[in-house]
């Protein structure tokens, strides 16, 4: 069978898409043309084409004159009838959301620097879902939308972002389009003196380690499975260049959940009272404690704190406790290699049988199966 020959031109440099690329043209003995400089390649002449379009007029007229099945892997133009395997960008907003109301925060905003149509599906998910989850409204920042905004202008955005900020209503949760707009909300935040993620929770999007892992907090991401994307795509474009018929939609990759850093790793409160409940519980969480024990933390009566607690937050004291310790479990089993006997002893259950049964009910799965799960997902990313 003859070697396909497949050009990758795409707009931008997108690593992680490059290596699911790679890894299907390898499979599948492809001969690949890489266009480094975003450059159309005059003279080329081959079987397919993979690439990103959204504002180059010659990339897409180079695309067109060749005449080969293409796939794009972009949702930026879906006024070009193009086949297209991309990220499932309102999925990305509602993952986003359940990570936040998970750790009770019940205000949040959307930022974004740009505001291109993925910005606004995932501004759009995430407004949906959290609406759902919470019964609130979202404040959406978005600085392309600010009259005589520049996108390279970042003094200009950061001081109006620091001006957006001061007025939102504490504690906050702010998700952010990608992992370097996360980075411009953290700076500012610090700038302000806002405790991160206590005041202000953030959260980015494509758990880019170079970005989330160098901030002052590191940065919560969530898992942009672009490597699925090349991949998947790849396949896509063999089977077009076999003769098939491209699908009449785009196909969607939903993202892998949320790599959780300590610019979300808490649980927040508007109610002050919850709140030193909260930290009560932080500093006390290995240890065999309950209502009775947290009311005395607070002097006032169970009953008192219980009907505070309920309030507050929909649940009751121990049911936030129990939140609290599959949390703190959930990221042991993630980040670390404990034995799931210690980290059940970390989190303050009686005995691991307990912590398994728990942890089953909430999860679906048992405490292995998880960290099997994440550490596959860590490998394939």
């Given at each position: 069978?003859?070697?396909?020959?497949?050009?990758?031109?795409?707009?931008?440099?997108?690593?992680?898409?490059?290596?699911?690329?790679?890894?299907?043209?390898?499979?599948?003995?492809?001969?690949?043309?890489?266009?480094?400089?975003?450059?159309?390649?005059?003279?080329?002449?081959?079987?397919?084409?993979?690439?990103?379009?959204?504002?180059?007029?010659?990339?897409?007229?180079?695309?067109?004159?060749?005449?080969?099945?293409?796939?794009?892997?972009?949702?930026?133009?879906?006024?070009?009838?193009l086949a297209r395997v991309c990220g499932d960008h309102r999925e990305i907003g509602r993952v986003?959301?359940?990570?936040?109301?998970?750790?009770?925060?019940?205000?949040?905003?959307?930022?974004?620097?740009?505001?291109?149509?993925?910005?606004?599906?995932?501004?759009?998910?995430?407004?949906?879902?959290?609406?759902?989850?919470?019964?609130?409204?979202?404040?959406?920042?978005?600085?392309?939308?600010?009259?005589?905004?520049?996108?390279?202008?970042?003094?200009?955005?950061?001081?109006?972002?620091?001006?957006?900020?001061?007025?939102?209503?504490?504690?906050?949760?702010?998700?952010?389009?990608?992992?370097?707009?996360?980075?411009?909300?953290?700076?500012?935040?610090?700038?302000?003196?806002?405790?991160?993620?206590?005041?202000?929770?953030?959260?980015?999007?494509?758990?880019?380690?170079?970005?989330?892992?160098?901030?002052?907090?590191?940065?919560?991401?969530?898992?942009?499975?672009?490597?699925?994307?090349?991949?998947?795509?790849?396949?896509?474009?063999?089977?077009?260049?076999?003769?098939?018929?491209?699908?009449?939609?785009?196909?969607?990759?939903?993202?892998?959940?949320?790599?959780?850093?300590?610019?979300?790793?808490?649980?927040?409160?508007?109610?002050?009272?919850?709140?030193?409940?909260?930290?009560?519980?932080?500093?006390?969480?290995?240890?065999?404690?309950?209502?009775?024990?947290?009311?005395?933390?607070?002097?006032?009566?169970?009953?008192?704190?219980?009907?505070?607690?309920?309030?507050?937050?929909?649940?009751?004291?121990?049911?936030?406790?129990?939140?609290?310790?599959?949390?703190?479990?959930?990221?042991?089993?993630?980040?670390?290699d404990l034995p799931v006997k210690e980290i059940a002893r970390r989190t303050g259950f009686c005995?691991?049988?307990?912590?398994?049964?728990?942890?089953?009910?909430?999860?679906?799965?048992?405490p292995l199966a998880f960290r099997k799960r994440e550490q596959q997902i860590v490998r394939l990313?």
């Amino acid at each position: 069978m003859k070697m396909a020959n497949v050009l990758v031109l795409m707009e931008w440099y997108d690593h992680p898409i490059r290596v699911g690329i790679g890894r299907y043209a390898a499979e599948h003995n492809w001969h690949l043309t890489v266009s480094d400089g975003c450059v159309t390649p005059r003279g080329w002449s081959g079987d397919g084409i993979l690439t990103i379009i959204n504002a180059r007029s010659d990339i897409l007229g180079y695309v067109r004159r060749q005449g080969v099945p293409c796939v794009d892997f972009g949702a930026f133009r879906p006024d070009i009838p193009l086949a297209r395997v991309c990220g499932d960008h309102r999925e990305i907003g509602r993952v986003a959301a359940d990570h936040l109301a998970e750790r009770g925060f019940a205000q949040a905003a959307y930022f974004s620097t740009e505001h291109l149509r993925p910005h606004a599906l995932r501004g759009e998910g995430f407004s949906e879902r959290f609406a759902e989850r919470t019964g609130q409204a979202i404040h959406p920042l978005v600085w392309a939308l600010q009259p005589g905004s520049e996108i390279d202008d970042w003094r200009g955005l950061n001081q109006w972002l620091k001006r957006e900020l001061r007025a939102l209503p504490k504690p906050l949760a702010v998700f952010c389009y990608c992992d370097y707009d996360a980075a411009k909300v953290e700076s500012a935040c610090l700038e302000l003196g806002y405790r991160i993620p206590d005041d202000t929770a953030v959260l980015g999007v494509d758990n880019d380690t170079l970005v989330c892992e160098n901030q002052r907090v590191p940065l919560s991401s969530v898992r942009h499975d672009r490597v699925r994307i090349g991949y998947e795509g790849s396949a896509l474009l063999d089977k077009l260049m076999r003769g098939n018929r491209p699908p009449a939609r785009p196909i969607l990759i939903p993202p892998r959940g949320v790599e959780l850093r300590a610019s979300t790793d808490s649980f927040s409160a508007a109610d002050p009272q919850v709140r030193t409940l909260l930290q009560f519980f932080r500093e006390n969480l290995d240890g065999h404690i309950g209502v009775a024990d947290a009311a005395c933390a607070l002097r006032m009566p169970s009953h008192k704190l219980e009907t505070q607690v309920m309030q507050a937050t929909g649940q009751t004291v121990y049911a936030l406790l129990l939140r609290m310790r599959l949390f703190e479990a959930r990221h042991l089993l993630a980040q670390t290699d404990l034995p799931v006997k210690e980290i059940a002893r970390r989190t303050g259950f009686c005995h691991t049988q307990h912590f398994s049964n728990a942890f089953r009910r909430t999860e679906s799965l048992t405490p292995l199966a998880f960290r099997k799960r994440e550490q596959q997902i860590v490998r394939l990313l």
